[in-house]
């Protein structure tokens, strides 16, 4: 990929096994591989206590509580200066080829002709059950869970995109995990990639 940028961003819900994906796929393609460590780095740059990242991470309880919220209304000055700080790394980041996982890496990003934009998805009782074994929880706490972060994710991006984007939205690869093994979704990303550096 010598003298050519291609960036992956990877949306998904939870539940698909984005993370895991995004390790492979950076193992398999050489690229480095961006996650958590943007928000380490936003908050570095904001002066924002690193304790605090958890609680802004996608998981804000006002996302979760309010989200018949306005998009004006505010979710906290310290939130806003977080994610801005974000969008920042992201864009930083994204100078050179990599992959991203979430953040919105995909809106922030949008009009990056780089950029491979996938979106990972499956059905609710699937990603339940996944939950249930992973975390080793009832299928009923599971289910708690997993809609849980759908909304806050949900309200996530509305309130950073002023309401104009959604997870499936503008994406060049969607693939379904119900259907679909990590290792198939690898390497179809993988495949796309490699189609597009052939454009290039």
Same mark, same amino acid.
């Given at each position: 990929?010598? &003298?050519?940028?291609?960036?992956?961003?990877? =949306? +998904?819900?939870? &539940?698909?096994?984005?993370?895991?994906?995004?390790?492979?796929?950076?193992?398999?393609?050489?690229?480095?591989?961006?996650?958590?460590?943007?928000?380490?780095?936003?908050?570095?740059?904001?002066g924002i206590e690193l304790?605090?990242?958890?609680? =802004?991470d996608e998981k804000i309880n006002s996302r979760i509580?309010?989200? $018949? $919220?306005?998009?004006?209304? &505010?979710?906290?000055?310290?939130?806003?200066? $977080?994610?801005?700080?974000?969008?920042?790394?992201?864009?930083?980041?994204?100078?050179?080829?990599?992959?991203?996982?979430?953040?919105?890496?995909?809106?922030? $990003?949008?009009?990056?002709?780089?950029?491979?934009?996938?979106?990972?998805?499956?059905?609710?009782? #699937?990603?339940?059950?996944?939950?249930?074994?992973?975390?080793?929880?009832?299928?009923?706490?599971?289910?708690?869970?997993?809609? +849980?972060?759908?909304? =806050? +994710?949900?309200?996530?991006?509305?309130?950073?995109?002023?309401?104009?984007?959604?997870?499936?939205?503008?994406?060049?690869?969607?693939?379904? +995990?119900?259907?679909?093994?990590?290792?198939?979704?690898?390497?179809?990303?993988?495949?796309?990639? #490699?189609?597009?550096?052939?454009?290039?």
């Amino acid at each position: 990929m010598a &003298g050519k940028k291609i960036i992956i961003t990877i =949306a +998904r819900e939870f &539940g698909t096994n984005g993370h895991e994906m995004g390790m492979i796929l950076s193992e398999k393609l050489g690229l480095p591989f961006y996650d958590k460590d943007i928000l380490t780095k936003a908050a570095h740059e904001s002066g924002i206590e690193l304790d605090k990242v958890k609680e =802004a991470d996608e998981k804000i309880n006002s996302r979760i509580l309010k989200p $018949l $919220l306005g998009y004006s209304a &505010g979710i906290g000055e310290e939130e806003d200066l $977080l994610f801005q700080a974000e969008e920042r790394v992201i864009r930083q980041v994204a100078e050179h080829s990599c992959i991203i996982i979430g953040h919105l890496a995909d809106y922030i $990003l949008k009009d990056d002709p780089d950029c491979i934009k996938v979106f990972i998805y499956a059905p609710f009782e #699937e990603r339940v059950k996944k939950i249930a074994k992973k975390y080793r929880i009832s299928k009923e706490e599971s289910r708690k869970v997993v809609r +849980r972060m759908d909304q =806050a +994710r949900n309200n996530f991006y509305a309130y950073y995109s002023n309401g104009k984007w959604e997870h499936s939205k503008g994406k060049d690869l969607i693939l379904n +995990r119900a259907t679909i093994s990590l290792e198939q979704c690898v390497d179809m990303i993988a495949h796309l990639v #490699e189609l597009k550096m052939k454009e290039k």
